[in-house]
């Protein structure tokens, strides 16, 4: 069993408008997968499917190759994009309650809790209310209650908001190490920078449908736009000339005097051996080196021009 | 099922721990004695002493008119005219104006001119004091002794029996059907202060977001149900222990009063009843009983069926509670805040009131074609039966009783069942209005 999670031709219709136009996804066990898309593209509502707070018009959702069962709510840890917890309640008292929901014995749940606590250096909140606590310490509560089962699924919505970037690196330093352990995780964001730097595979949602799936290397493959960079010593104009057999220039810049840096486009029968061919008798090569295009303009070169089709 | 439990222990735990459910429950019942003899006192106590100027056209007839415990009457010469003119300005309360032709032959009626109205007991004690004159001078005038008049005069109050299939005859008073009423009260403030609270619970997970987080671990209705029920069991908790304190007070009190109560202490007592009876013109009823003689055998608190008020009461205030708090439930998962509750709450409530109304009216009329629909729809019927069974029900309406019974159960299965609908759309919709007509969508199709 390859994919902890798969969802197939998953629907969903609420009173007016198609929130889910038969998406399917696939989640390789032990992966940082990251559903990504616009507000309102319909990812809290398939995370909502797979946390079985709401059904699916159609379609199914299989976890561990299983139909979604009641058992499985415990495998499954889910924060939410819009937190909260009781303000009235006791913190420890409240991190019991939400643990035993979760099918956590008691004492189980108040050793682990004590663990995480310390881990945090936060026991001595175990008995303030939570009206008491700062929103970043209800944050950190929250992350607690979140994964202090130890779930095999752990779904994950835009959870760095509201952490300051000491919380942050804290938060995804836990994510990793869980992630090393083996616990997969799904993290639905539109902050592009930190999918890229923990994400391996993704899947894209805009207007109800998946539009773009795969790891991360591959669909930046598919999004290469064959541009490279080259870094040499010589005259642009000599460079620029021995280009001619069909790569264009892009951009360049004058690092030094006579040390630049261009972009250039290489044309698909082309290569960028064809190239280096053409200009090393004209300049020196310090480097070369392709430009793959980030996920922020994957994201917005992708749900543009969906948007242009829809 | 465990995970049901722990959602009830919850709301039932953080709720009986605070602070004013603890106040409340101790103070509750003296609280409510304190008000209802707070209500009864200034109903019953007049405004202040009266200073009545009489204006005797038959002087000196009326001039033997006796003061009052709270009211004293002055005489004038004056006629009618001259004594309102100086009446604004005067220390008079009020001016009675006797007619040159109450002599109680022809037809004519005393006037009383007042600046505040004086209670009706004042005015109902001048009549009598009046009336007394009118009667010596008939005495007088017809040749009566007085002893003669005392022996023929009569006043007498029906005795009221209630006539059953067993062949017993069982007295109907209306001091029974206050007790009916009281529980009825009870229940109605129950619904109301524990369903408003189920709905506050709901709005408050659904504002502090935390809703998103449980339902990912229970079902949408084993949270709304463990609300429901955890919240049922802190008013019951209320309610007995309201009931051991209450019982603990009239014990102790029976107890006391039973050791105080002496042969001497008895005859002076009913010498002082006896005078009281005849300054007040009143002769004493065979079944008169003294309400707060708390051991008397034949006294209110020992002549109602304590067992099978309680019984019932708990059971309708389960059925009445479990069909309104299902309501509540889904108006707090409709709104986003407490203030757009009011739109929904209205229809809630309109039931209730008309229940609460109607058990008032049936005080007086406890056996009207209403009481009777009241009692088996179970909208009303937790409040409406109480009142009705108050004054005992006897087999031929035995199954009026189960079939207001069964009808609860299915009507808070009812509402159970479309609260939950609601609910579940509910409580996962945020910044949007909801209208009626949205609501019978997300029962139609959810």
Redesign the interface.
Known sequence: MNNILETQNVRKEY?GHTALNGVSIEVPKGSIFGLLGPNGAGKTTLI?II????MPDSGTVLLNGEQLKEAH??L?G?L?E????????KVGEQCL??A????MEYKDALAKLKFWFEKFEIIQWWDKKVEELSKGMAQKI?FI??VLHEPELLILDEPFSGFDPINTNLIKDEIKRMNEEGTTIIFSTHNMSSVEEICQDIALINHSEKILSGTVREVKNDFKANEYQIEFVGGLLKFTNALWTGASLISSQEIEKDHHLATIKIPDNSSPNDVLTNILPHVQVRGLKEVLPSMNDIFIQAISSNTKTA | MD?IW??IK?EYL?RVKKKSFIIMTLLGPFLMALAIALITYLGMSDSGPQNILVVDDMAPVFDRLEDGSNYKFDYSDMDLADAKKLFSESEYTAILWIPEIMDGERSSRPFLYFKEQPSGRVIRSVEGKIEKVIEEMKMAKYGIAKSDYDKVRTNLTIATYKFTDEGEEEEVRTEKTLVGFGFGLLIFFFIMMYGIQVMRGVV??KT???I???????KPFQLMMGKILGIAMVGLTQFILWVILMFTFVSVTQTVLMSQKDEAMLNQMEQVQTVQQMQSGEIAGADDFNPFDLTDPDNLINRINWPFMIGLFIFYFIGGYLLYAALFAAIGAAVDNETDTQQFLFPVMIPLYIAYMLSSLMIENPESPASFWGSIIPFTSPIVMLVRASMGIDSAEYWQLALSVILLIAGFIGTTWIAAKIYRVGI?MYGKKVSYK?LW?WIR?H
């Not at chain 1, 946390?51 to 709401?54: A, D, G, L, P, Y």
């Not at chain 1, 819009?82 to 309640?89: A, P």
């Not at chain 2, 998103?212 to 229970?218: A, F, G, N, P, Q």
């Open positions: 009173a909502r946390n079985q707070i709401t709510r415990s499954i889910y939410p819009e937190r909260g917890l009781y303000r009235k309640m309650y939400i035993q929901l979760k099918g929250q209650v979140t | 995970k722990l959602i919850r953080t408050e997970e502090n977001r935390i998103e987080v449980i339902i990912s671990s229970v996962l949205e969508k199709f």
